[in-house]
């Protein structure tokens, strides 16, 4: 039993007013990170201050609520989820949530510790990873992060070692790494390695994205199709619009400036510090530490009224989800940025 027994408090449902029902949450363990990608992160950045993070005990029953209420995958973001120390064994701690419905623990990471953290991921037992990896070229690849690109490749080839299956997720920015396009889907499908591109969108830290730096969905399959057969495959529950190359590869792009997924979202965010995002372009977070803190803390009574309360500020502010990115782009630009919400 679990030091924090919690009971479930109503219909175990997430839904918003769309009729979409919540079954993935992201959860952001740390914001910071190595890598300094204009997509994601400020020039100048400021850290929280590691006594405001969530803990990882807080995070486990937050967890477990969810789960309770029909999340079935979760998937642990950063910053980069790695620099946090105990991420492993809270990945352990997850595995006790599998009884209760959850089936599948995954991490994004930008694969710079892989390396050294790929055996015990495995052991911890961890399903799948996403691994960021903007370009296959080392001068181009230190121009976008400040880091070094074999530390990466080395991360990469020691998740195959071990056995962990891996996407690879790809930011395309006009004039930064538009011409790595063939460059990935050559490397990629040698290897026979999952890759997803992803449009540049307006969650950079600094806020000078536009519309021009995004590469389009077309303007990837306008380079691809002189040396692919180009086959359209039916869309799932996933972000990404997948495409068949030669009859077997599948490619994934993830559009959401110029084709959004938002009719079919089923995720929800949880930033390091306690703020629940409803959509990844939310204009407001639902601050629910305060709930977390005193599930841990008091008695098996307060608890459950704890808990109860949680229960009233999340079903709401989850059935408020607006309907997708086109409906609130035009809203003042907030805050947070990529690298607290972990994409």
């Not at 910071?32 to 400021?46: D, S, T, V, W």
């Not at 803990?55 to 079935?72: N, P």
């Not at 105990?86 to 949530?97: E, P």
């Not at 938002?262 to 409803?278: F, K, M, P, S, V």
């Amino acid at each position: 039993m679990m030091k924090h027994e919690i009971q479930e408090t109503a219909i175990p449902i997430l839904q918003d007013q769309y009729g979409r029902i919540k079954r993935k949450l992201r959860i952001s363990v740390t914001d910071r990170c190595n890598f300094k990608c204009i997509y994601c992160m400020p020039e100048h950045p400021e850290w929280m201050k590691k006594q405001d993070l969530l803990s990882f005990e807080a995070l486990l029953v937050f967890c477990r609520y969810m789960v309770g209420q029909g999340i079935e995958n979760i998937r642990i973001t950063g910053g980069e989820p790695l620099m946090r120390q105990g991420v492993v064994h809270f990945i352990g701690d997850l595995q006790r949530l599998r009884a209760l419905g959850l089936k599948r623990i995954s991490i994004t990471t930008n694969a710079h510790y892989l390396a050294k953290y790929a055996e015990q991921l495995k052991q911890a037992g961890l399903d799948d990873l996403n691994i960021s990896l903007d370009s296959l070229d080392s001068m181009q690849f230190k121009q976008l992060t400040k880091k070094e690109l074999a530390p990466v490749l080395d991360g990469i080839e020691a998740a195959k070692k071990v056995g962990l299956p891996f996407k690879i997720n790809c930011v395309l920015i006009k004039g930064q790494n538009d011409d790595q396009i063939i460059p990935m889907v050559k490397w990629a499908k040698q290897h026979n390695i999952p890759l997803r591109f992803i449009e540049f969108m307006p969650l950079d830290g600094d806020q000078h994205w536009t519309d021009q730096a995004v590469v389009s969905e077309a303007e990837i399959l306008e380079q691809l199709q002189p040396l692919y057969d180009i086959q359209l495959l039916q869309q799932q529950h996933e972000p990404a619009r997948l495409y068949q190359l030669d009859g077997h590869y599948h490619l994934g792009i993830i559009s959401t400036i110029t084709h959004s997924f938002c009719g079919d979202c089923d995720r929800i965010r949880l930033t390091a510090q306690g703020e629940l995002y409803n959509c990844l372009f939310a204009q407001q977070g639902l601050n629910i530490k305060p709930y977390l803190l005193q599930v841990i803390k008091q008695n098996t009574e307060l608890k459950q009224q704890a808990l109860l309360q949680l229960d009233q500020q999340i079903k709401p502010y989850i059935w408020h989800k607006a309907k997708g990115y086109h409906a609130i782009q035009h809203q003042q630009a907030r805050k947070i940025s990529m690298h607290m919400l972990g994409g």
